[in-house]
């Protein structure tokens, strides 16, 4: 199992609260370009693995951002409505007869280190009050 150290995100957390204004399209900056390198990976990650069975699969996979208060969400996976989309599930995380590719997994974990570095750059930069 992976772990995520989220130091920074507590360090910005306390800045969030007095710097709201500023910080809040600059957490969507953030969320987003992890999410499109995520959504990048696991595309990169599904043509490598997915065979001539599911060569649109990785086509399938995007992402949306939810900006809310204090930042934003995002969510990233495949479009079940797109072509070879329902292949997600069995494709991630397998079945009886097929092993997993944890294609997203992957993704997520290559992109975990420049999300960490890039929210402490925020948080440097927005600073103590």
């Not at 772990?3 to 910005?12: A, D, G, S, W």
């Not at 595309?43 to 951002?65: E, Q």
């Not at 930042?71 to 599930?89: F, M, T, V």
Request: charged residues 20%; aromatic residues 4%.
């Amino acid at each position: 199992m992976t772990e995520i150290n989220v130091r920074e995100l507590v360090q910005l957390a306390a800045v969030l609260t007095e710097k709201l204004a500023e910080a809040e399209p600059q957490m969507v900056a953030v969320v987003t370009r992890g999410a499109l390198n995520v959504k990048n990976g696991w595309r990169a990650n599904a043509a490598a693995t997915a065979g001539r069975h599911a060569r649109r699969y990785p086509y399938s996979i995007g992402y949306d951002v939810t900006p809310m208060p204090g930042g934003a969400s995002a969510e990233i996976g495949p479009d079940k409505s797109k072509a070879q989309g329902p292949l997600g599930n069995l494709l991630e995380f397998g079945s009886s007869n097929n092993p997993p590719h944890n294609d997203g997994g992957l993704a997520l974990i290559a992109e975990a280190p420049a999300f960490e570095a890039h929210v402490a750059a925020l948080a440097e930069h927005l600073g103590p009050s």
